[in-house]
Every structure is written in C-alpha cells, then in structure tokens.
C-alpha cells in the first residue's frame, strides 16, 4: 500500500540521519514469551535535532496458539502516542484488534520541529488537535473504526475500510461539524517569504504519481463550511479514484 519511498524523496524533502538505542528485556517461557523493549531516538533534519522515546511491552501464547499482546507509547516532536495490540485466533485466520491515541498537540509546533514553514491567516488556527481510533484486520481486509479527532475547534468522526491491499482499494465517510477554511490559507506574505527562500513543499504531482495505483472511493460530510467568507451548510463531497 505505501509508495516507493526512493522515488518520493523530491517531494518529501531531506533524508533524515540519527541513531537509536534501546534496551530489551526478555522473560517467560518458550512458549509464553513477554518482551519489554525502550529506548530514545535522536536523528536530524535540515540542521534540526529531533528526539523521541519508545516503550514496547508485549507477550504471546505459543502453546495454545491463542492470543498475542502488545502495548507501545511514543514521545517525540511534542507528540505523544498510544497504541494496543491483540491478536487471536493464532491457529488458523489472525485477527487483529488495537487502538491508537494521539494525545492533544500543537500542530504548528510539530511542523516547525520537522524543518517546515507556514504562517495560516489566523494566528490561533492549527494550534491544538487530538486522534483516537480503533482498528480490526483479518483476511487481508483491514477496518479503522471509529476514527475520532479534533484540529482546533473541528470536531472529525468516521472510518476507513481497505478492502484489499493488493491492488490497494479503500473506502471511506468522514464528517467534520464546522470547518472555516480561511482561518487555514496561507497569509499572502509569509507565501511570499516561502517562496523567496527556497521552500517547495510537499510535490503534489510526484505524490499524485505515486499513488495512481489506489483506487478510492468515499464521502467527506461537512455540516457548515466557510470559504472566501461565503457559509454553506450541508456540504458533502464524494470522492472516487479509479486506478
């Protein structure tokens, strides 16, 4: 499902260099395992150090080819991760079951950390955001249900079905309540200054290329969307991306 990472490299920017420790810790027996693993991270990026933290517990039933467990937590950019993992039915078809939670966060700050630049019209937006889904695959099919999230005051629900992986076909409903587009537009002199500085950005048309092969089909509810101070209620937007 991922593109090749090589061929993306003009559209995602400078390659990031660094280096990782981590300490493991191994208990249990053959057949019920347990695996505590942390550790820190540190790499650069366009001359910014970036640091994170990693903890890893898991275990599995072996004997009884039951069930296997897993918990991680993650710090780094100002982001902090939670995931779970649980997979049964060992024996024959796995099925997998987790949850991951992004707590509240800065948006704008993680960019900035990531080497990026943007100044939105208004100051306040893209200041705090928070995730939280949940996620079941089985048979080569995965379902990421409920999705839940907030970008400032906009409230995000919905799911994503993929269908299969190869050829890669999903499809998705999102719904948002109100969403002010013009708080978000860049402001005409800080678009300006990008500009004068060199900086590209993310290349639509190469990221465009790369995911050519998906085939997508889904619908995004708004139930008030403000653009060019122009209110429209009731917007939904279907999207189909045929490969």
């Not at 550790?39 to 080819?65: H, M, Q, T």
């Not at 049964?88 to 987790?98: A, Q, V, W």
């Not at 966060?105 to 960019?111: Q, R």
């Amino acid at each position: 499902l991922l593109p090749d990472l090589e061929r993306l490299k003009p559209a995602l920017g400078q390659p990031i260099a660094g280096v990782a420790e981590f300490q493991a810790t191994l208990s249990g027996t053959t057949t019920t395992p347990a695996l505590a693993l942390s550790g820190n991270v540190s790499a650069e990026r366009r001359g910014v150090e970036l640091r994170g933290k990693l903890r890893l517990d898991g275990w599995a039933d072996f004997a009884r080819r039951k069930v296997a467990e897993a918990q991680a937590t993650l710090q780094a950019l100002g982001l902090n991760l939670e995931a779970s993992l649980r997979a049964t039915d060992l024996r024959s078809e796995p099925k997998l079951t987790g949850q991951l939670v992004v707590a509240e966060f800065d948006p704008l700050a993680v960019w900035t950390k990531l080497g990026g630049s943007y100044s939105p019209a208004d100051d306040t937006a893209l200041r705090s955001a928070a995730l939280q889904l949940g996620f079941e695959a089985t048979g080569g099919q995965l379902i990421i249900e409920p999705i839940r999230g907030r970008v400032d005051q906009t409230e995000l629900d919905g799911q994503i079905e993929v269908r299969s992986f190869r050829p890669p076909d999903l499809t998705f409903a999102l719904h948002t309540g109100r969403l002010d587009l013009d708080r978000y537009q860049a402001r005409a002199d800080a678009d300006t200054e990008m500009r004068a500085d060199g900086e590209s950005g993310l290349d639509a048309e190469a990221l465009a290329e790369e995911w050519q092969a998906l085939g997508l089909e889904g619908v995004i509810q708004i139930d008030e969307l403000i653009l060019n101070g122009q209110p429209s209620k009731d917007v939904e937007i279907d999207l189909t991306w045929d490969p």
